[in-house]
């Protein structure tokens, strides 16, 4: 019998997929999200924290983003 599981499949740089292992690595593991790690740039994730992912992507982007100073 074959076992499905809904997900959602991440395609990202080397950096972002450490950054999101990081992010499930820090969590309890009732919370842990990724469901398999394909390979360096690759990740299967569980499809209900999209929305918690894209937003910790957004703020990390900001805390990171160079601002001209005035």
Do not use: W
């Not at 997929?17 to 842990?32: E, R, T, V, Y």
């Not at 299967?44 to 924290?49: A, I, T």
């Not at 894209?54 to 100073?69: D, G, L, M, V």
């Amino acid at each position: 019998m074959v076992n499905a599981i809904k997900g959602l499949y991440i395609s990202c740089d080397i950096p972002m997929a450490q950054f999101i292992i990081n992010m499930n690595n820090s969590l309890p593991q009732s919370q842990k999200f990724i469901i398999h790690v394909l390979d360096n740039t690759h990740l299967f994730v569980r499809s209900d924290v999209a929305g918690m992912i894209k937003t910790a992507i957004a703020t990390f982007r900001e805390q990171n983003t160079y601002e001209k100073p005035s």
